[in-house]
Structure formats: structure tokens, C-alpha cells
């Protein structure tokens, strides 16, 4: 079996998200379980050349839009798997186009729809030349290419990875007037109607791939089922995002399933390993606490973007004031935040310590007082900041709008940190509650706006009782976490059986 993986990232080489990660960790797996594969992504100028071990394995003049546009195909290593870089010095270079992801000032997504229909356009040169039994491509961005595989009538059979149906690529028909998505793809009646948003005034590269795709995976199960479902803002559930009348009739029709990601583990989790982790990370909580009035209290810790998804229920206004601000005021708790992302929630960040806040986002009204003495943060990605929080925290505090699975979750059980979730995606598949006998963490959800965030601010009290008023079942909890094993091979597995031996019987 001849895969061809293909992202827009893939660490270490250009990494930028989870993308990245599941690009750089899936591949080596799918390998040992005997499957030949490869992967290609863009040749990025941002990137180290001497990743670069065989240049010019291949070249290709690819015709786009009203110009032809060189490739020089570069070949390297991903332990043992065979990475082609796709170089080319109109969209993969320069100031703007240097790294995976750019932000388009006028237009969401418009440099990016520009820049991967091409490397689409490059990709499927590629195929031709390697003749893979399966191209298996990652969200929206290499949506394009399905389509044009179809136009082309190649054989390979498309595999579509979904890590977050809340990217699209959608872009108005008018924006797009005289590009080559256009000309090539919007007016041929196999593919047109299937790149047509469901409205009829955008085009829509998710859609385009879920619908050509022999086998659709999201990276959680349960994730899988959410995406199946309709938005319900007001009970905070995000569902298919305006894509659910697709996604539902895949998984009716057996094409959609969910392979939880893996996690790489540094050590096997044996007693003495869990002992010596328990004394790192009391040096840790050391170190954290110093900023705190009462150093020994519960310790909340949360790493992550300061975006919506992330971030939004901590400033959800419950009585008036956001709910952190009400985690803040329950007795011997001390809160750890480190975040980096949208100016509006940065801002809360800062300044929540010193305000009481009414309304809502991005400018709340406030009153000034005294700063807390139980909050400290950093608005900065900080990689050895994140690797304390997580380690010296007591509970890591993840309460995600949505999930498709999450990886810090599982960095924070690796460090015997139980999670504080909310019941969503990936979080549901990989912390079990603290009241099953293999409990590793804590979770929350409800059926509307009120409920879920009564139901956050009552867990994190639980969490807070069990640590502080029984240190045997909290220790329990932390073991528990210490010893979950979500790994590569189980998911490289799951994709062999469930994805691609069925896209290859597929007609």
C-alpha cells in the first residue's frame, strides 16, 4: 500500500498548529506498520535548508491561472519516511508567503486560497510522478486537489483528515473572478456544484473535499459525531459549522470515522517514574508559587491560544462579572494563565487582576481595585513557561468551546496533572471523570448558556475539595493520568483498518 500524506505543515520542518504536529508524528507510525509512505508539503523560505537532503529530485512547470509558474521538487527524511518539498518562490517565499499560514488583511483566507490552490495545482504533478495508491490530504487547503484528481480521472483513492471543520476556506464566487479555481473548478458540473457553499454566493474548499473524499477521519470519535450535528450557540455547541447536511449523510453512508490522535510518552509509567515526577513537579509548583500570597493553595493552571475556542467561557459574564474573575474568588485557589492571540483577550488577561468587569468583550466596563494576589500570567508563547504550568500545576484547566482532540491535555496527564475539561471532542475521549474508578480528570458541559458556565465554576470548586480534603483520591487521580497511553501506533492501526483498506475497496 503506496500513501502520499499531504499538509501545509509538518513539524520539525514548518509547524504552526496541530496540523503540524499530526504530520510529523502519524507518518513514522504508518510506516511501522508496513505502510510505504510519503509526505509532501511546501518548501517554505522560513524553513532550515539543511533539511534539504537531495535537491531537485524533480521539477515541474505548472500551468495556474495565466501563468506557468516552476517547481523544483526537494527530497528529505522524516525518520525513514521520504518528505517532498515543494518549492516555489511566488507563493512559498518572500516576506508574506515564508511561513504555512499568512493573514490576509482585506479578505479572510484570500492570500492562503491563493497560495494552496496552487500547491494543490504543484500536488497533483506529484501524483502523477509517484502514482500513490491513496492521497491522503489534511483539511480544507488541499481541497482543490481532490477536485482536480477527479477531473483528471487519476486512480488514487482520497483520504481527507478533518482537524477542525471550523476552517473552511469559504470566499465569496465574486472574489475569485478570473482565478484558477474558478476557470478550472467552479463551472465543471461534477465539481462545481460540490464547491459551491450551501447559499450559493461562496465556494468552499471543505465541502469541495468532504464530498470527493472515498474516506472522511476527524482526529477524536466523538468529535466525529459532533461535527454530524448543528451549531447550537446557545448552549456554546460549535457542531458542523453550516456542514453537518454533509458530514451527516457520510457518516450514514460509512465514510466518516474518528481516529483519536496519539501522543508521544518520554518514559513508561512505572512507579518509580511516577514518584520522581511527583517530586518535579512540587519543585515546580515551587517556582510558580512564589508570585502567590498563599503559596501551598490549589493551583489552576492554563496554557493556551487566547482565542475564542480557548478562552471565551473564562470571560462569559455570569452575575455580572466573567467567570474567572469568579474561579478568583474562591478561597485557597491560586490561577496560572500563559496565552497568546487575539488583542481582546489579551487584554482581559491583563487586566483582570485589577478590574471587576460587566459586559462583554472586547471592552468591558470596570471599576478598579486592589491587584489579586492569587493571579499571575504572561502574554507571550513561552515554551519553558508552558512546560512549568504544566507540570507544577495541580489541575490543568482546559475549558474548550470545542476540541477535535487536543494535545496538551495529554502533555498534562504526562505530568501527572489532571485536566479540568469541558465534556467536548477529543476531551471526552481522552479524560475519564474523577468519579469513575479510573478517573483522570475533571469535565463539565450543560444543556444551555447558564449551565455550562454554573457548571465550569462548581467544577473547578470540586476540584479545589477533592485536592485540598482528600489527598488519597486526588493522588489516585493524578496516578491514573500519569498512566493513560494514547499512542501513535493504536491511531496508525485505526487508520489502516478503518480508512484506508476501505478507501481502496472502495468503488
Request: charged share 20%.
Amino acid at each position: 500500500m503506496k500513501v502520499l500524506y499531504i499538509a501545509a505543515e509538518c513539524k520539525p520542518f514548518a509547524k504552526m498548529g496541530g496540523v503540524g504536529d499530526v504530520a510529523g508524528e502519524l507518518p513514522p507510525a504508518l510506516r511501522a506498520q508496513g505502510i510505504d509512505v510519503a509526505v509532501a508539503l511546501p518548501c517554505y523560505g522560513s524553513m532550515n535548508p539543511d533539511y534539504v537532503t537531495d535537491r531537485n529530485a524533480y521539477a515541474f512547470d505548472v500551468p495556474f491561472g495565466d501563468t506557468v509558474e516552476p517547481v523544483a521538487v526537494h527530497r528529505g527524511d522524516l525518520q525513514g519516511v521520504p518528505v517532498y518539498f515543494i518549492q516555489n518562490a511566488t507563493f512559498f517565499e518572500g516576506d508574506a508567503y515564508a511561513r504555512p499560514y499568512v493573514y490576509s488583511l482585506d479578505l479572510p483566507f484570500k492570500d492562503d486560497i491563493l497560495r494552496f490552490s496552487f500547491f494543490s495545482e504543484a500536488c497533483l504533478a506529484l501524483v502523477r510522478t509517484l502514482q500513490p495508491d491513496i492521497v491522503h490530504i489534511n483539511d480544507w487547503v488541499l481541497g482543490y486537489l481532490f477536485g482536480r484528481m477527479v477531473q483528471e480521472d487519476l486512480p488514487p483513492k482520497r483520504v481527507l483528515t478533518v482537524h477542525n471543520i471550523g476552517y473552511q476556506g469559504n470566499i465569496w464566487k465574486d472574489r475569485i473572478r478570473g482565478w484558477h479555481i474558478e476557470r478550472v473548478l467552479l463551472y465543471d458540473p461534477r465539481i462545481g456544484p460540490r464547491f459551491d457553499a450551501s447559499f450559493g454566493r461562496d465556494v468552499n474548499a471543505l465541502r469541495l473535499a468532504l464530498e470527493l473524499a472515498h474516506r472522511v477521519n476527524t482526529v477524536s470519535p466523538t468529535y466525529a459525531e459532533e461535527i454530524t450535528r448543528p451549531e447550537n450557540p446557545a448552549a456554546f455547541f460549535e457542531g458542523g459549522k453550516g456542514l453537518d447536511f454533509v458530514t451527516r449523510r457520510l457518516a450514514d453512508e460509512g465514510r466518516l470515522v474518528g481516529i483519536l490522535n496519539g501522543y508521544t510518552y518520554p518514559h513508561q509509567p512505572t512507579e518509580k517514574a511516577f514518584a520522581r515526577k511527583c517530586q518535579e513537579k512540587a519543585r515546580a509548583k515551587a517556582a510558580l508559587s512564589e508570585a502567590f500570597a498563599e503559596p501551598d493553595a490549589f493551583l489552576l493552571g492554563f496554557v493556551g491560544r487566547a482565542v475564542e475556542q480557548k478562552f471565551r467561557l473564562l470571560t462569559e459574564p455570569l452575575m455580572g462579572r466573567p467567570v474567572l474573575d469568579h474561579i478568583l474568588d474562591l478561597d485557597h485557589v491560586n490561577v496560572a494563565i500563559l496565552g497568546t492571540g487575539v488583542p481582546a483577550y489579551e487584554w482581559f488577561i491583563g487586566n483582570i487582576a485589577t478590574r471587576y468587569f460587566s459586559g462583554a468583550l472586547p471592552y468591558q466596563e470596570y471599576l478598579y481595585r486592589p491587584r489579586r494576589t492569587n493571579y499571575t500570567f504572561k502574554i507571550a508563547f513561552d515554551g519553558e513557561m508552558k512546560q512549568r504550568i504544566c507540570l507544577g500545576s495541580d489541575v490543568f484547566l482546559m475549558p474548550s468551546l470545542f476540541e477535535p482532540c487536543g494535545i496538551i491535555q495529554m502533555e498534562s496527564m504526562n505530568n501527572a496533572t489532571p485536566p479540568l475539561v469541558r465534556w467536548t471532542g477529543g476531551l471526552v475521549d481522552t479524560v475519564a471523570p474523577h468519579t469513575a474508578s479510573g478517573g483522570t480528570g475533571f469535565g463539565f458541559n450543560g444543556g444551555t448558556r447558564e449551565e455550562v458556565l454554573w457548571n465550569l465554576l462548581s467544577t473547578v470548586n470540586k476540584a479545589r475539595d477533592v485536592y485540598l480534603n482528600d489527598p488519597q483520591t486526588f493522588a489516585h487521580l493524578q496516578r491514573n493520568a500519569f498512566s493513560a497511553r494514547y499512542t501513535w501506533e493504536d491511531a496508525a492501526h485505526r487508520y489502516l483498518e478503518d480508512v484506508y483498506k476501505p478507501a481502496l475497496d472502495a468503488a
